[in-house]
Protein backbone atom coordinates (compact mmCIF):
# COMPACT_ATOMS: atom_id res chain seq x y z
CA UNK A 1 0.00 0.00 0.00
CA UNK A 2 1.75 3.28 -0.99
CA UNK A 3 2.03 6.20 1.24
CA UNK A 4 0.05 9.08 0.72
CA UNK A 5 0.36 12.57 1.62
CA UNK A 6 0.95 14.03 5.39
CA UNK A 7 -1.02 16.82 6.18
CA UNK A 8 0.21 19.73 4.82
CA UNK A 9 -0.34 23.51 6.02
CA UNK A 10 -4.25 24.53 5.08
CA UNK A 11 -5.78 27.72 4.95
CA UNK A 12 -8.94 28.48 2.53
CA UNK A 13 -9.07 30.33 -0.43
CA UNK A 14 -10.06 33.73 1.19
CA UNK A 15 -7.56 33.59 3.81
CA UNK A 16 -4.90 33.15 0.52
CA UNK A 17 -5.27 35.52 -1.68
CA UNK A 18 -3.31 38.34 -1.76
CA UNK A 19 -4.29 42.09 -2.30
CA UNK A 20 -3.60 43.91 -5.16
CA UNK A 21 -3.82 44.20 -9.07
CA UNK A 22 -0.35 44.38 -11.28
CA UNK A 23 -0.10 47.01 -13.92
CA UNK A 24 -0.10 45.98 -17.39
CA UNK A 25 3.00 47.06 -19.44
CA UNK A 26 1.21 47.75 -22.78
CA UNK A 27 -2.73 46.92 -24.35
CA UNK A 28 -2.51 47.73 -27.96
CA UNK A 29 -5.21 46.78 -31.08
CA UNK A 30 -4.26 46.03 -34.73
CA UNK A 31 -6.01 46.09 -37.88
CA UNK A 32 -5.43 43.95 -40.72
CA UNK A 33 -6.57 41.51 -42.77
CA UNK A 34 -6.84 36.82 -41.25
CA UNK A 35 -3.56 36.61 -43.01
CA UNK A 36 -1.39 39.78 -41.56
CA UNK A 37 -2.62 41.36 -38.76
CA UNK A 38 -1.57 44.54 -38.65
CA UNK A 39 -2.06 45.07 -42.82
CA UNK A 40 -4.00 48.22 -42.56
CA UNK A 41 -3.01 49.79 -39.09
CA UNK A 42 0.15 49.57 -36.97
CA UNK A 43 -1.05 48.78 -33.34
CA UNK A 44 -2.74 51.69 -31.22
CA UNK A 45 -3.36 51.88 -27.64
CA UNK A 46 -6.50 50.07 -26.43
CA UNK A 47 -7.73 50.58 -22.77
CA UNK A 48 -10.34 48.34 -20.16
CA UNK A 49 -12.40 50.40 -17.78
CA UNK A 50 -11.58 51.85 -14.48
CA UNK A 51 -10.06 48.50 -12.20
CA UNK A 52 -9.93 46.13 -14.74
CA UNK A 53 -7.66 45.22 -17.70
CA UNK A 54 -7.49 43.91 -20.87
CA UNK A 55 -5.53 40.77 -19.25
CA UNK A 56 -9.00 40.24 -17.72
CA UNK A 57 -10.58 39.73 -20.79
CA UNK A 58 -11.74 36.25 -21.75
CA UNK A 59 -13.58 36.83 -24.99
CA UNK A 60 -14.29 40.06 -27.33
CA UNK A 61 -16.79 40.34 -30.05
CA UNK A 62 -17.61 43.24 -32.74
CA UNK A 63 -21.19 43.60 -33.57
CA UNK A 64 -22.06 43.74 -36.81
CA UNK A 65 -24.50 46.29 -36.47
CA UNK A 66 -22.70 48.75 -35.15
CA UNK A 67 -19.45 48.08 -34.37
CA UNK A 68 -19.67 48.50 -31.05
CA UNK A 69 -16.66 46.50 -29.07
CA UNK A 70 -18.00 43.97 -26.56
CA UNK A 71 -15.20 42.38 -23.84
CA UNK A 72 -16.33 39.94 -21.46
CA UNK A 73 -14.26 39.58 -18.59
CA UNK A 74 -12.93 37.04 -15.66
CA UNK A 75 -14.58 38.39 -13.46
CA UNK A 76 -18.23 37.93 -14.79
CA UNK A 77 -18.80 40.87 -16.22
CA UNK A 78 -19.46 42.34 -19.92
CA UNK A 79 -18.39 46.23 -20.78
CA UNK A 80 -18.96 47.71 -24.50
CA UNK A 81 -17.06 50.79 -26.13
CA UNK A 82 -15.07 51.47 -29.18
CA UNK A 83 -11.54 49.67 -30.23
CA UNK A 84 -10.25 52.59 -28.07
CA UNK A 85 -12.21 52.88 -25.01
CA UNK A 86 -13.63 49.38 -24.35
CA UNK A 87 -16.01 50.52 -21.92
CA UNK A 88 -17.20 53.96 -23.39
CA UNK A 89 -20.79 52.88 -24.12
CA UNK A 90 -21.48 50.65 -21.41
CA UNK A 91 -19.87 49.68 -17.93
CA UNK A 92 -19.32 46.73 -16.98
CA UNK A 93 -22.53 44.46 -15.73
CA UNK A 94 -23.16 40.97 -15.32
CA UNK A 95 -23.04 38.21 -17.93
CA UNK A 96 -24.73 34.86 -17.60
CA UNK A 97 -22.73 31.53 -19.25
CA UNK A 98 -24.22 27.37 -19.44
CA UNK A 99 -24.50 25.66 -16.51
CA UNK A 100 -20.59 24.44 -15.43
CA UNK A 101 -18.95 26.78 -16.94
CA UNK A 102 -16.66 29.53 -14.90
CA UNK A 103 -16.16 32.44 -17.44
CA UNK A 104 -12.06 31.76 -17.43
CA UNK A 105 -13.52 28.86 -19.29
CA UNK A 106 -14.25 31.16 -22.38
CA UNK A 107 -11.42 30.49 -25.01
CA UNK A 108 -12.80 32.90 -27.44
CA UNK A 109 -16.23 35.28 -28.32
CA UNK A 110 -17.45 36.42 -31.57
CA UNK A 111 -20.53 38.10 -32.84
CA UNK A 112 -22.16 37.67 -36.23
CA UNK A 113 -22.97 40.17 -39.23
CA UNK A 114 -26.04 41.26 -40.77
CA UNK A 115 -26.44 37.70 -42.66
CA UNK A 116 -27.10 35.39 -39.81
CA UNK A 117 -30.88 35.08 -39.21
CA UNK A 118 -30.40 36.38 -35.86
CA UNK A 119 -28.10 39.04 -36.31
CA UNK A 120 -25.54 40.38 -33.74
CA UNK A 121 -26.19 36.47 -32.20
CA UNK A 122 -23.29 36.24 -29.75
CA UNK A 123 -20.66 32.83 -29.96
CA UNK A 124 -18.61 31.33 -27.21
CA UNK A 125 -16.24 28.59 -27.48
CA UNK A 126 -15.15 26.89 -24.70
CA UNK A 127 -12.48 24.78 -23.20
CA UNK A 128 -14.49 21.80 -23.07
CA UNK A 129 -14.98 21.78 -26.48
CA UNK A 130 -18.55 23.00 -26.74
CA UNK A 131 -19.84 25.97 -28.07
CA UNK A 132 -23.38 28.22 -27.48
CA UNK A 133 -25.28 30.95 -28.88
CA UNK A 134 -26.87 33.58 -27.17
CA UNK A 135 -26.90 37.59 -26.48
CA UNK A 136 -24.12 39.20 -24.96
CA UNK A 137 -25.78 38.86 -21.33
CA UNK A 138 -26.58 34.98 -21.77
CA UNK A 139 -24.33 33.08 -23.86
CA UNK A 140 -26.47 30.22 -24.21
CA UNK A 141 -30.36 31.97 -25.01
CA UNK A 142 -30.60 30.87 -28.53
CA UNK A 143 -28.45 27.87 -28.62
CA UNK A 144 -27.05 25.71 -25.42
CA UNK A 145 -23.75 23.87 -25.74
CA UNK A 146 -23.14 22.15 -28.65
CA UNK A 147 -19.44 20.13 -29.66
CA UNK A 148 -17.05 21.98 -31.85
CA UNK A 149 -13.94 20.82 -33.48
CA UNK A 150 -10.52 22.34 -34.66
CA UNK A 151 -8.33 21.97 -37.50
CA UNK A 152 -6.11 18.45 -36.86
CA UNK A 153 -3.51 18.97 -33.96
CA UNK A 154 -4.98 21.95 -32.38
CA UNK A 155 -6.84 21.33 -28.72
CA UNK A 156 -9.12 24.42 -27.66
CA UNK A 157 -6.22 26.11 -25.30
CA UNK A 158 -4.14 26.58 -28.20
CA UNK A 159 -7.05 28.82 -29.48
CA UNK A 160 -5.59 32.62 -29.20
CA UNK A 161 -8.86 34.09 -31.22
CA UNK A 162 -11.59 33.13 -33.12
CA UNK A 163 -13.68 35.75 -35.65
CA UNK A 164 -16.63 35.76 -37.47
CA UNK A 165 -16.47 37.84 -40.95
CA UNK A 166 -19.75 40.18 -40.99
CA UNK A 167 -19.86 39.36 -44.54
CA UNK A 168 -20.76 36.33 -45.06
CA UNK A 169 -20.56 35.15 -41.21
CA UNK A 170 -17.39 32.52 -41.94
CA UNK A 171 -15.83 31.60 -38.87
CA UNK A 172 -11.70 32.34 -38.23
CA UNK A 173 -9.68 30.75 -35.91
CA UNK A 174 -6.46 31.74 -34.89
CA UNK A 175 -3.61 29.66 -32.81
CA UNK A 176 -0.43 29.99 -30.69
CA UNK A 177 1.34 28.10 -33.37
CA UNK A 178 0.66 30.84 -35.75
CA UNK A 179 -1.80 29.01 -38.01
CA UNK A 180 -5.18 30.12 -38.92
CA UNK A 181 -7.70 27.91 -39.77
CA UNK A 182 -11.82 28.89 -41.17
CA UNK A 183 -14.98 27.18 -41.42
CA UNK A 184 -18.49 26.88 -39.11
CA UNK A 185 -18.91 27.55 -35.69
CA UNK A 186 -18.90 23.81 -34.92
CA UNK A 187 -16.17 22.69 -37.66
CA UNK A 188 -13.22 24.94 -37.22
CA UNK A 189 -11.56 24.11 -40.41
CA UNK A 190 -14.58 23.18 -42.51
CA UNK A 191 -13.10 25.55 -45.82
CA UNK A 192 -9.43 26.15 -45.08
CA UNK A 193 -7.10 23.73 -43.26
CA UNK A 194 -4.58 25.71 -40.71
CA UNK A 195 -2.13 27.91 -42.63
CA UNK A 196 0.53 30.72 -41.71
CA UNK A 197 -0.48 34.68 -40.19
CA UNK A 198 1.68 37.34 -39.08
CA UNK A 199 0.78 39.07 -35.66
CA UNK A 200 1.12 42.48 -35.17
CA UNK A 201 4.74 43.93 -35.32
CA UNK A 202 6.38 43.41 -32.06
CA UNK A 203 4.17 40.85 -31.02
CA UNK A 204 3.73 37.09 -30.91
CA UNK A 205 0.47 34.89 -31.31
CA UNK A 206 1.06 33.93 -27.67
CA UNK A 207 -0.09 37.83 -26.55
CA UNK A 208 -3.41 37.74 -28.69
CA UNK A 209 -6.16 38.41 -26.40
CA UNK A 210 -9.07 37.68 -28.89
CA UNK A 211 -9.64 38.72 -32.35
CA UNK A 212 -12.94 39.66 -34.61
CA UNK A 213 -14.47 40.96 -37.24
CA UNK A 214 -15.87 44.33 -38.10
CA UNK A 215 -18.25 44.93 -40.55
CA UNK A 216 -16.73 47.49 -42.53
CA UNK A 217 -14.75 46.11 -45.57
CA UNK A 218 -14.43 42.73 -42.71
CA UNK A 219 -10.93 44.37 -41.10
CA UNK A 220 -10.09 41.67 -38.57
CA UNK A 221 -9.19 43.42 -35.34
CA UNK A 222 -6.84 41.91 -32.81
CA UNK A 223 -5.90 42.51 -29.36
CA UNK A 224 -2.67 41.76 -27.89
CA UNK A 225 -1.46 42.59 -24.04
CA UNK A 226 1.85 41.47 -22.37
CA UNK A 227 0.43 39.97 -19.46
CA UNK A 228 2.01 40.36 -15.80
CA UNK A 229 1.51 37.16 -13.74
CA UNK A 230 -1.33 37.34 -12.09
CA UNK A 231 -1.46 36.63 -8.18
CA UNK A 232 -3.77 33.65 -7.79
CA UNK A 233 -5.25 31.44 -10.76
CA UNK A 234 -7.50 28.56 -9.92
CA UNK A 235 -9.02 25.80 -13.53
CA UNK A 236 -11.91 24.60 -13.41
CA UNK A 237 -10.36 21.30 -12.67
CA UNK A 238 -12.19 18.22 -10.69
CA UNK A 239 -10.84 15.93 -8.41
CA UNK A 240 -10.95 12.29 -10.10
CA UNK A 241 -10.28 9.97 -7.31
CA UNK A 242 -7.72 6.83 -7.94
CA UNK A 243 -9.64 3.87 -8.11
CA UNK A 244 -6.77 1.63 -6.40
CA UNK A 245 -4.35 2.13 -4.15
CA UNK A 246 -1.57 2.42 -6.86
CA UNK A 247 -3.58 4.23 -9.21
CA UNK A 248 -2.83 7.50 -8.98
CA UNK A 249 -0.82 7.77 -11.65
CA UNK A 250 -3.63 6.94 -14.13
CA UNK A 251 -5.81 9.67 -12.50
CA UNK A 252 -3.35 12.22 -13.06
CA UNK A 253 -3.20 11.02 -16.79
CA UNK A 254 -7.22 11.37 -16.84
CA UNK A 255 -7.62 14.11 -15.03
CA UNK A 256 -4.98 16.12 -16.91
CA UNK A 257 -6.61 14.88 -20.63
CA UNK A 258 -9.39 15.88 -19.87
CA UNK A 259 -8.92 19.15 -19.03
CA UNK A 260 -6.55 19.94 -21.92
CA UNK A 261 -7.81 17.51 -24.85
CA UNK A 262 -11.78 16.38 -23.66
CA UNK A 263 -10.68 13.13 -24.06
CA UNK A 264 -11.82 10.62 -21.16
CA UNK A 265 -9.38 7.66 -21.15
CA UNK A 266 -10.52 5.26 -17.88
CA UNK A 267 -8.40 4.51 -15.43
CA UNK A 268 -8.37 0.92 -15.66
CA UNK A 269 -7.66 1.59 -19.50
CA UNK A 270 -4.74 3.20 -19.01
CA UNK A 271 -3.95 0.16 -17.02
CA UNK A 272 -4.84 -2.04 -19.69
CA UNK A 273 -2.35 -0.48 -22.01
CA UNK A 274 0.16 0.17 -19.83
CA UNK A 275 0.51 -3.58 -18.19
CA UNK A 276 0.22 -5.31 -21.80
CA UNK A 277 -3.46 -7.08 -20.14
CA UNK A 278 -7.51 -6.95 -20.86
CA UNK A 279 -9.01 -7.50 -17.62
CA UNK A 280 -8.17 -4.41 -15.57
CA UNK A 281 -11.50 -3.23 -15.76
CA UNK A 282 -12.96 -6.50 -14.55
CA UNK A 283 -14.63 -5.74 -10.84
CA UNK A 284 -13.03 -6.66 -8.58
CA UNK A 285 -9.86 -5.31 -9.84
CA UNK A 286 -7.23 -8.40 -10.37
CA UNK A 287 -4.85 -7.61 -7.87
CA UNK A 288 -2.34 -7.97 -11.31
CA UNK A 289 -3.59 -4.53 -12.56
CA UNK A 290 -2.83 -2.69 -8.97
CA UNK A 291 0.57 -1.32 -10.35
CA UNK A 292 2.26 1.82 -9.58
CA UNK A 293 3.52 3.75 -13.16
CA UNK A 294 3.49 6.61 -14.75
CA UNK A 295 0.75 8.74 -17.08
CA UNK A 296 1.44 7.46 -21.18
CA UNK A 297 0.32 10.68 -22.78
CA UNK A 298 1.64 9.81 -25.93
CA UNK A 299 -0.30 6.65 -26.07
CA UNK A 300 -3.65 8.61 -26.67
CA UNK A 301 -2.53 11.56 -28.92
CA UNK A 302 -0.97 14.15 -26.59
CA UNK A 303 2.16 15.60 -26.33
CA UNK A 304 3.81 16.56 -22.76
CA UNK A 305 7.54 17.58 -21.64
CA UNK A 306 8.99 16.19 -18.40
CA UNK A 307 10.90 18.66 -16.43
CA UNK A 308 12.30 19.04 -12.91
CA UNK A 309 10.07 21.14 -10.36
CA UNK A 310 9.17 24.33 -11.76
CA UNK A 311 10.72 27.73 -10.51
CA UNK A 312 7.79 30.00 -8.76
CA UNK A 313 7.46 31.82 -12.04
CA UNK A 314 7.05 28.84 -14.36
CA UNK A 315 4.28 27.30 -12.34
CA UNK A 316 2.33 30.66 -12.71
CA UNK A 317 3.11 30.15 -16.62
CA UNK A 318 1.98 27.09 -17.38
CA UNK A 319 -1.24 27.73 -14.99
CA UNK A 320 -1.63 31.55 -16.22
CA UNK A 321 -4.98 31.86 -18.29
CA UNK A 322 -3.42 34.96 -19.71
CA UNK A 323 -0.09 33.24 -19.81
CA UNK A 324 1.64 31.66 -22.79
CA UNK A 325 0.27 28.44 -21.92
CA UNK A 326 -2.90 29.32 -21.71
CA UNK A 327 -4.17 27.32 -18.37
CA UNK A 328 -2.74 24.07 -18.34
CA UNK A 329 -2.59 21.67 -15.33
CA UNK A 330 -0.07 19.78 -15.07
CA UNK A 331 1.03 16.61 -13.30
CA UNK A 332 3.69 15.96 -10.90
CA UNK A 333 5.61 12.66 -8.78
CA UNK A 334 6.50 13.22 -5.35
CA UNK A 335 9.58 9.88 -4.16
CA UNK A 336 8.89 9.30 -0.54
CA UNK A 337 12.13 10.01 1.50
CA UNK A 338 13.19 8.94 4.99
CA UNK A 339 15.92 10.13 7.40
CA UNK A 340 18.33 7.50 8.21
CA UNK A 341 20.46 7.27 11.20
CA UNK A 342 22.74 10.19 10.41
CA UNK A 343 19.65 12.53 9.53
CA UNK A 344 20.48 12.50 5.98
CA UNK A 345 17.87 11.81 3.33
CA UNK A 346 16.92 8.40 1.95
CA UNK A 347 14.82 7.98 -1.01
CA UNK A 348 12.08 5.19 0.01
CA UNK A 349 11.97 4.01 -4.43
CA UNK A 350 7.93 4.70 -3.86
CA UNK A 351 6.10 7.85 -4.72
CA UNK A 352 2.30 9.09 -5.69
CA UNK A 353 1.42 11.54 -8.48
CA UNK A 354 -0.94 14.46 -8.00
CA UNK A 355 -1.96 17.41 -10.15
CA UNK A 356 -1.33 20.90 -9.80
CA UNK A 357 -4.74 23.06 -10.98
CA UNK A 358 -3.55 26.09 -9.36
CA UNK A 359 -1.93 29.35 -7.17
CA UNK A 360 -1.75 32.21 -4.98
CA UNK A 361 0.31 34.56 -4.16
CA UNK A 362 0.05 35.63 -0.54
CA UNK A 363 1.90 37.71 1.99
CA UNK A 364 2.96 34.40 3.49
CA UNK A 365 4.66 33.72 0.34
CA UNK A 366 3.20 31.20 -2.52
CA UNK A 367 1.01 28.55 -2.45
CA UNK A 368 0.41 25.40 -4.58
CA UNK A 369 -3.66 24.44 -5.38
CA UNK A 370 -3.26 20.86 -5.39
CA UNK A 371 -6.12 18.12 -6.89
CA UNK A 372 -5.02 15.15 -5.14
CA UNK A 373 -6.76 11.34 -6.31
CA UNK A 374 -6.12 10.00 -2.87
CA UNK A 375 -7.24 8.85 -0.65
CA UNK A 376 -8.78 5.96 -3.55
CA UNK A 377 -12.53 6.89 -3.96
CA UNK A 378 -12.47 10.00 -2.32
CA UNK A 379 -9.57 12.24 -3.59
CA UNK A 380 -8.32 15.63 -1.79
CA UNK A 381 -8.16 19.09 -2.99
CA UNK A 382 -5.86 21.53 -1.08
CA UNK A 383 -3.57 24.39 -0.78
CA UNK A 384 0.44 23.59 -0.41
CA UNK A 385 3.45 26.16 0.61
CA UNK A 386 5.32 25.71 -2.25
CA UNK A 387 8.60 24.77 -0.35
CA UNK A 388 6.64 22.10 0.68
CA UNK A 389 5.10 21.43 -2.66
CA UNK A 390 9.18 21.22 -4.04
CA UNK A 391 10.32 18.87 -0.71
CA UNK A 392 9.64 18.43 2.88
CA UNK A 393 12.81 16.89 4.05
CA UNK A 394 12.00 13.18 5.22
CA UNK A 395 8.76 13.00 4.08
CA UNK A 396 8.76 13.62 0.18
CA UNK A 397 10.91 15.29 -2.54
CA UNK A 398 9.17 16.62 -5.98
CA UNK A 399 10.93 14.85 -8.75
CA UNK A 400 8.99 14.76 -12.18
CA UNK A 401 6.58 17.07 -13.52
CA UNK A 402 4.36 16.93 -16.68
CA UNK A 403 4.07 19.74 -18.25
CA UNK A 404 2.79 21.74 -21.39
CA UNK A 405 0.27 18.62 -21.96
CA UNK A 406 -1.38 19.30 -25.70
CA UNK A 407 -4.01 16.97 -27.21
CA UNK A 408 -2.44 16.60 -30.94
CA UNK A 409 -4.26 13.80 -32.16
CA UNK A 410 -7.90 15.73 -32.91
CA UNK A 411 -9.52 14.76 -36.62
Same mark, same amino acid.
Given at each position: ?????????????????????????? !????? /???????????????????????????????? /?? $??????????? =???? #??????? !??????????????????????????????????????????????????????????????????????????????????????????? =?????????? $??? =??????????????????????????????????????????????????????????????????????????? !??????????????? !?????????? /????????????????????? $?????????????????????? =??????????????????????????????????????????????????????????? #??????????????????
Amino acid at each position: MPRFPQAAPALGLAALLAAGVPAVAE !QVVGV /GSSRDLDAHFAPYGTAAPSGLSICDAVGIGIA /GS $DDHVYVWYRDG =TISS #GSTRHLG !QYRPPQPFSLPPGRWPSDIVAIAITGASERVRDRVYAWYRDGTMSAGTSRDLAADIPPRPYTLAPGKDPLSVVGIAIAKSNDRVFAWYDDG =TVSSGTSQDL $DAY =TPAQPYAAAAGFAPRDIVDIDIAANGDRVYSWYARCPLSSSETLNVPVFPQETGEWCWAAVGKTVMWHVGNVTVA !QCTQANNRLSRSDCC !QSPTPAACVR /GGGPEFGKYGFSHREVPPLSP $DALRRQLARAGPFRGRPFGFNW =TWTSLDAAGRVVSTNAGHLMVVIGYVDTPQGLFVEVQDPAPPGQGDHRFDRYDFWRAEP #GDHVNVLNYVDVRHIGGK
